[in-house]
């Protein structure tokens, strides 16, 4: 079945340790997106990416980076200098066809310790 | 992309028709209305998509009047595993990024 793979589930980062969250999908779809839920809250954008080699900051990127040398991946890294990064991260994929909308991911939580 | 506004949150019961509200005063005309719901600790997931008139698929219906400056998701007899958050978007698809509110939480009482 095709979808979206986002690895770990679940993940634990230290103070001013860095952290990659992986995403991966095997929709063929051309652009793909990361997203920041906080507690009873909406989702924010991170980044997006509409292309192989290109992305583009969201609402709230400081702190995130991104890359997109593959049209299957498109990994998320937090790094030291995001000061809250306790949230749940979701990562969206769309095709060019809007019949069927955006597909997300099943969700990353990141916990400081 | 257009702006939408839902209500922050709706409590209905078991068995009842529940009827959403999102309104887009600034629709552009190749715009598309979709919904989403999302479950606690889960990403959100395609529900209905329309242009214009009404759309029925095999969980909601969704309505939207001629001047398509508001949408209603219409859930038919909701169960207790209809409490979720539910979005509306607005967009041609070719947006270069999607833009999600708070949503409505709905909560379904037994």
């Known amino acids: 079945d095709g979808g979206i793979t986002q690895s770990p589930k679940y993940l634990f980062r230290k103070e001013g340790q860095n952290v990659t969250l992986s995403c991966e999908q095997n929709?063929?779809?051309?652009?793909m997106y990361w997203y920041r839920q906080d507690p009873g809250q909406g989702l924010r954008l991170i980044y997006y990416?509409?292309?192989?080699?290109?992305?583009q900051k969201g609402d709230i990127a400081e702190g995130y980076s991104v890359s997109r040398e593959k049209k299957e991946s498109f990994p998320l890294t937090v790094t030291s200098a995001q000061k809250n990064p306790t949230a749940f991260y979701l990562c969206?994929?769309?095709?060019?066809?809007?019949?069927?909308?955006?597909?997300f991911g099943s969700g990353t939580r990141l916990t400081v310790v | 992309l257009a702006k939408t506004t839902q209500p922050i949150s709706m409590d209905s019961y078991e068995g009842q028709e529940v009827n959403i509200t999102c309104s887009h005063n600034?629709?552009?005309?190749?715009?598309?209305i979709t919904w989403y719901q999302q479950f606690p600790s889960q990403g959100p997931r395609f529900i209905i998509q329309?242009?214009?008139t009404k759309v029925t698929n095999e969980v909601a219906s969704l309505f939207i009047p001629a001047d398509r400056k508001s949408s209603t998701l219409s859930l038919p007899r909701v169960s207790l595993s209809d409490t979720a958050v539910y979005y509306c978007?607005?967009?041609?698809?070719?947006?270069?990024?999607?833009?999600f509110g708070k949503g409505t939480r709905l909560h379904i009482l037994p």
């Open positions: 969206a994929s769309y095709h060019r066809d809007r019949r069927y909308g955006y597909t």
């Open positions: 929709l063929n779809h051309d652009a």
């Open positions: 990416s509409q292309i192989v080699n290109d992305f």
């Open positions: 600034n629709i552009a005309t190749n715009d598309y």
């Open positions: 329309g242009y214009k």
């Open positions: 978007l607005v967009g041609d698809g070719g947006d270069d990024k999607i833009i």
